[in-house]
């Protein structure tokens, strides 16, 4: 993906890898088969339970089947992913279930956050996602584009406002990390990697936050885009196209009713 600034060139690419989506179903504390992952273990049942109350529950792989495959890399994935990912509500385990098994787990373990009283769950379930740090992260994002658009919407720009939004930022990006892209005419270029799909929401907010331009929702979807374009109301053609044609059979239906009406 080539990241460009307002004029169009490039500034930058990022390179990522494919990401499996494969069907995830929640491991709680409730669940009834924990005792023989604590025996492999080695760690005690009453433990990973307790481990496994503060985490929320891990996500677990439920089938071995790939459902398909994505590309941290291409821009209409990225752009789909981010949306959805800022919209999802947290509030609601089965939604974020359901987000997971849309675009796979997030690439977020508990140990950093959770520390000891996730220590047990991360070596029963080495690198699993727990719903914790799943919606830790989504509503860092959600809250980081809210105090974007807000900031971008102010008339004077304010430097303490903005560093301090930044540095809540640039605490997640640092596992972007630089790399080298090969290009065939032009030999080794500069380029960003991106490993997981949460730090494309870390990228894709400093993109924004960096580029000109205005935050917007998009009037289908309800999903955040950039743009500088004030008529713009639709993140991107999918919606468009959606949105004219619901408009279009909705007026059908009302010219239908009235013409019930006069009848
Ligand atoms: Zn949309």
């Known amino acids: 993906m080539i990241l460009k600034d307002e004029e169009g060139y490039p500034t930058g690419t990022w390179e990522g890898r494919p990401w499996k989506v494969v069907e995830h179903g929640l491991l709680t504390a409730e669940s009834p088969d924990l005792l023989p992952h604590a025996e492999k273990a080695g760690v005690a049942l009453n433990n990973l339970r307790a481990g496994l109350r503060v985490v929320r529950g891990v996500f677990m792989p439920s089938s071995s089947t790939t459902d398909r495959i994505w590309d941290l890399a291409n821009e209409d994935d990225v752009g789909a992913f981010v949306r959805d990912a800022l919209r999802v509500s947290v509030k609601n385990p089965s939604k974020v279930i359901d987000f997971v098994n849309r675009w796979g787990v997030l690439g977020t373990s508990g140990e950093a956050l959770f520390g000891q009283a ?11 996602n727990s719903m914790a740090a799943t919606c830790e992260a989504l509503s ?3 809250a980081a584009a809210q105090q974007l658009d807000a900031l971008k919407r102010r008339r004077a720009p304010s430097e303490a406002a903005w560093r301090e939004w930044a540095a809540g930022l640039e605490e997640w990006l640092f596992s972007v990390r630089p790399s080298i892209r090969w290009d065939p005419v032009k030999g080794p270029k500069p380029a960003w990697t991106v490993e997981r799909p949460v730090d494309l929401l870390w990228i894709t907010l400093w993109d924004w936050a960096t580029r000109g331009g205005r935050l917007r929702r998009c009037e289908h979807c309800d999903g955040w885009f950039p743009t500088r374009d004030p008529r713009k109301r639709y993140c991107a053609t999918v919606c468009t196209n959606r949105a004219s044609a619901a408009a279009f ?15």
């Open 118 to 128: 996730a220590l047990d769950v991360i070596k029963t379930f080495p690198g699993a």
């Open 140 to 142: 860092k994002a959600q």
């Open 249 to 263: 059979y909705d007026r059908q239906r009302r010219a239908k009713q009235r013409r019930g009406a006069t009848a």
